[in-house]
C-alpha cells in the first residue's frame, strides 16, 4: 500500500486534532504506527460514567509532530504531493 505526503501530512493532522478510536482507524494509521509516528493510548472515562471501558485512541508521537514539521516544510518542493511518502522517509532514515 503506497502513501503520497498529502495523505500522510492529513492523517497526522487527524491524529494530532482529534481523538480517533483505534478500531475506527483509517488504513494508514497501521503503517504510521509502525513507523513510531503514531502510537495508541487507553482514555479514561469520566469518573461519573461507571461501566464504560476505557477506549484506545490513536495521539501523535514526538516524531510524528516533528515529521508534521519535515513534511509541511517541504511542500514548496514540486511534485510533493505525488511522491511516495514512506520510500522518501525511509532514504532520510537510511541516510540522515
Do not use: C
Not at 482529534?18 to 504506527?33: S, Y
Amino acid at each position: 500500500m503506497e502513501f503520497n505526503n498529502g495523505a500522510v501530512l492529513e492523517a497526522l493532522r487527524l491524529a494530532l486534532h482529534r481523538q480517533i478510536p483505534w478500531h475506527k482507524r483509517p488504513a494508514i494509521f497501521t503503517p504510521l504506527r509502525a513507523q513510531g509516528l503514531i502510537q495508541t493510548f487507553d482514555q479514561k472515562p469520566p469518573p461519573s460514567t461507571k461501566f464504560l471501558p476505557s477506549l484506545r485512541i490513536a495521539v501523535l508521537t514526538d516524531k510524528g509532530q516533528k515529521e508534521i514539521q519535515r513534511i509541511e516544510a517541504s511542500k514548496h518542493l514540486s511534485g510533493w504531493l505525488d511522491d511516495d511518502y514512506f520510500a522518501t522517509f525511509l532514504e532520510g532514515v537510511a541516510f540522515a
